[in-house]
């Protein structure tokens, strides 16, 4: 089975680097393995629809941010939109006039995205007030944070904005493999460090002046040739207090404390979407589908399930007593956080669930690739 798809010369950034994109759902190989039989709904935890919402449909690394009770979304087609996490009504929608590569990145005010003519376009209440152009491509989300605009970019640069004019305020370049991922990578405040991932590194580095604090591998680069060496850190991450749980592209999961900078623990693992937990467990998917737990303060499994097997599933998301994934088919499962058995699941439009579920308010909401977006609530 491929595990990359290597995307044409005309993708190649102005520094050399080749894109290559992470075949999600495997479905350009012919031999994809058929998915499990679903068993009949346990329906052990009640779920219902709150509400629906409609946006452009999605074929980026969408990162759905939430900030107190809104909920920031958008599309391919250039159409970004907050809505209230309540009841999913529109507090603003505004088009930025290109096809968006990344986003969204928000502190509930500002919203930013990057285009696919890599250009940074950060909204104020819907209303563009800036854009810069990047050197290049962006797959990752923009952080805004503290009155700034953080972006990652694919030449593995990490580069600070002001939040209100635009301007360049520092850039950090790192060196790196001669290949990154087409999908979101790790970008995240923790305390008063901005927290990156750099090839198959967290980078701490000063929000202020872009001057490296610490760094701490996940993994380090193996094999015989670029795609194989290939082991970027992506989205989304797992954080509790310092601690930050993140995955490197089908080579480790592992936990650094972001605070003094000391890698914790890693542990071989084979997945490309990111992973989320608790104050026990850090739970991931791995490439066939298996849903994995692993302890947090050694990393030692603690539980694997097999019940969705080879169905394309999202990062997963903790809520509450359960575990909620997204599955290719348009359905969301809602999973033991104890051991993996099932609770309930629901179903949306019937098209692949796209970017991780994310939790606003109490709802459970979840984007799919024809650009519904949903909002459950656990009973």
């Known amino acids: 089975m491929k595990l990359v798809n290597l995307l044409t010369a005309a993708t190649k950034v102005a520094f050399g680097l080749v894109v290559v994109s992470s075949l999600i759902s495997c479905s350009s190989t012919p031999d994809k393995p058929k998915p499990v039989e679903l068993a009949p709904n346990a329906g052990l935890l009640g779920v219902r629809l709150a509400w629906t919402a409609k946006v452009g449909a999605v074929d980026f690394p969408l990162d759905v941010k939430v900030n107190d009770s809104t909920v920031a ?6 159409i970004v939109a907050m809505l209230d996490a309540r009841t999913g009504a529109e507090r603003w929608r505004a088009s ?6 990344a986003g969204v990145g928000s502190d509930g005010r500002f919203a930013a995205v990057v285009t696919r003519g890599n250009e940074l376009i950060t ?7 800036w854009r810069q152009k990047l050197p290049a491509q962006g797959f990752t989300a923009p952080l805004v944070a503290g009155g700034r605009v953080f972006v ?12 209100l004019s635009g301007r360049k305020l520092w850039t950090q370049q790192r060196p790196g493999e001669s290949l990154v991922l087409r999908q979101a990578g790790v970008l995240l405040a923790v305390g008063d460090t901005l927290v990156a991932g750099l090839s198959g590194r967290l980078v701490g580095i000063n929000p ?3 001057a490296i604090q610490w760094e701490s591998p996940i993994a380090s680069p193996r094999g015989t040739n670029d795609i194989e060496r290939l082991v970027d850190l ?21 936990c650094v404390n972001a605070a003094r900078g000391t890698l914790l623990w890693t542990k071989p693992a084979f997945g490309y979407t990111g992973v989320h937990g608790d104050d026990k467990y850090v739970y991931g ?5 298996n849903i994995m737990a692993w302890r947090r303060i050694d990393g030692e499994r603690a539980w694997v399930s097999e019940r969705l097997r080879y169905r394309s599933l999202t990062a997963p998301l903790v809520v509450g007593r ?16 104890e051991d993996g058995s099932a609770l309930t699941r629901v179903a949306t439009d019937g098209s692949a669930v796209v970017a991780a579920p994310v939790l606003a308010m109490g709802t459970l909401v979840v984007v799919t690739r024809s650009g519904g977006v949903f909002g459950f609530v656990p009973e």
């Open 234 to 254: 992506v989205g989304r991450v797992s954080r509790e207090g310092d601690v930050v749980c993140a995955r490197a592209f089908q080579a480790t999961v592992g």
């Open 152 to 163: 990652l970019a694919a030449d593995r640069s990490v580069t600070a904005f002001d939040g």
């Open 123 to 129: 909204l104020d209440g819907g209303r563009e007030i």
């Open 285 to 289: 998917v791995e490439s066939d589908g």
């Open 96 to 101: 930025v006039g290109g096809q968006i590569a």
């Open 322 to 337: 359960s575990i909620a994934v997204g599955d290719d088919a348009g359905l969301v499962h809602l999973l033991s956080r």
């Open 73 to 78: 979304v958008a599309s391919s087609d250039g």
């Open 208 to 210: 202020s002046n872009g």
